[in-house]
């Protein structure tokens, strides 16, 4: 299978550099103001005007209004929206009818149940993205760097494309895909040398590893 990879939370053009020599199929820029990786949007269109045709950019928003997420597509033109707030199966679809940006929602994963009950965005999403819920005392929906219990995953009967993101780094990336078979993977914080600073030596390793994982 050809796997997918995801490097989120960039913010410089050395580090989308990095992710782009690493090879990776996907990078992300998170706007979202309370994230230690948010950037504007002007600083994401420039980002993302400076990536070669085969890498897809993403664009993380939380729960963003329609004006935002309207101004987004216009001035970021993503390849790819991850919803990453507690955004509805019609919010998303109506999105997508009107942008026709291909639209992924992440789902904190709590349980089997959460897993079952993702199935309701199926046909309003191109990919769920299956992420670990947000410790309590987190202010950020994602990039906690934290995991959940893969083998969820592995005995889950996927209904719609999918990816793994939580916690992934380049230590655990391949026991995540043996035990899990993700076709895509997705790695932010345990690619950072400090919060917001991608290092370029773990993004390569990240990328090595999810590629030769068996
Ligand atoms: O990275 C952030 O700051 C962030 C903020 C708000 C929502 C999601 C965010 N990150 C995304 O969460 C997943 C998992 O990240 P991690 O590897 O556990 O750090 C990934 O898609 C991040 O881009």
């Known amino acids: 299978m050809t ?4 490097i989120c939370g960039l913010s410089t053009p050395e580090t989308v550099a990095a992710a782009v020599k690493a090879g990776a199929s996907h990078v992300g820029f998170v706007h979202f103001e ?12 420039s980002l993302r005007a400076d990536l070669p045709g085969g890498v897809k950019a993403v664009l993380l928003l939380v729960n963003a209004d329609i004006e935002t997420t309207a101004t987004a ?8 929206i991850q919803f990453h707030g507690s955004e509805t199966p019609e919010w998303i679809a109506l999105v997508r009818e009107k942008t026709g940006v291909e639209a992924w929602r992440a789902i904190g994963v709590r349980s089997a149940e959460t897993l079952s009950k993702s199935a309701r965005y199926r ?5 769920l993205l299956f992420d670990a819920p947000p410790p309590e005392a987190s202010a950020l929906p994602g990039g906690n760097g934290v995991g959940f219990d893969w083998r969820l995953l592995a005995s889950h009967d996927h209904a719609v494309s999918w990816g793994l993101a939580g916690g992934l780094d380049p230590d ?3 026991e995540a895909i ?4 993700a076709p895509l993977v997705d790695a932010s914080s345990g690619l950072e040398s400090a919060p917001g600073v991608k290092d370029p030596a773990r993004i390569a390793a990240f990328c090595e590893a999810a590629r030769t994982a068996g």
């Open 178 to 181: 043996r035990a899990t078979g």
């Open 123 to 127: 046909g309003a999403v191109d990919r």
């Open 73 to 80: 597509v216009e001035l970021v033109r993503p390849d790819v």
């Open 3 to 6: 796997r997918e990879i995801k």
């Open 34 to 45: 309370p994230s230690p990786r948010h950037v504007s949007l002007k600083e994401a269109a």
């Open 172 to 174: 655990n990336v391949a």
